[in-house]
């Protein structure tokens, strides 16, 4: 028997009988062709409206999380106490793209500060398009510091007798400074 190949779809439905009847059809039908289902990725959450109010009534922690398309999807509710579905940078997600910066700024190391300012505002510009979500600020937040702190480190570690510091690199940004986060999704999208 073969596995799904490596396709990532998330499927909700309303009641949960229903979710159990969609994953008991989906199994009877990939066995036709000769396929299963990945049974340690497959799973059945209790995600909505109501998901925190039950499982506190159980006695258990907050609803579960999903991870979809680079975000970590989870209950929330709005400043008005609406459920809302708010969603973050998944944290694997970032810690991976940190790592390639890393070593894609080690290939860089000594090209000419302002081609390297250059490249790093469109790697920044790049993710706050995709990660640039209602919610999401902390996140990229997060990852501009990250960002920032690695170019500091790298202009300090060009030569021996470097003389970079904190205060020489905030002189720095002020000529060539880093892009801001910035969120690009409109509120009036954010609930649909």
């Not at 409206?49 to 999903?66: G, I, V």
């Not at 997600?93 to 190391?109: A, I, N, S, Y």
Request: net charge positive; aromatic share 12%; with cysteine.
């Amino acid at each position: 028997m073969r596995f799904l190949p490596a396709t990532h779809p998330v499927i909700g439905a309303q009641y949960e009988s229903d979710a159990r009847k969609l994953l008991d059809a989906l199994r009877e039908r990939l066995a036709k062709f000769g396929l299963a289902l990945n049974e340690s990725k497959t799973r059945l959450i209790e995600f909505g409206r109501y998901a925190a109010d039950r499982r506190e009534k159980a006695d258990l922690r907050r609803p579960e999380t999903f991870n979809f398309l680079g975000f970590t999807h989870y209950c929330g509710t709005t400043r008005r106490g609406k459920f809302m579905v708010k969603r973050k940078t998944q944290a694997t997600r970032m810690v991976r793209k940190l790592k390639e910066l890393r070593v894609e700024m080690r290939k860089r190391w000594h090209a000419k500060v302002p081609e390297q300012h250059a490249w790093l505002s469109q790697v920044l510009r790049g993710h706050y398009r995709y990660y640039g979500l209602i919610f999401n600020a902390r996140s990229l937040n997060q990852f501009y510091q990250a960002v920032k702190r690695m170019w500091f480190v790298a202009l300090k570690r060009r030569s021996q007798k470097s003389k970079m510091n904190w205060k020489k690199f905030e002189r720095l940004l002020t000529v060539l400074p880093l892009p801001k986060p910035t969120i690009h999704q409109p509120w009036y999208g954010a609930a649909a």
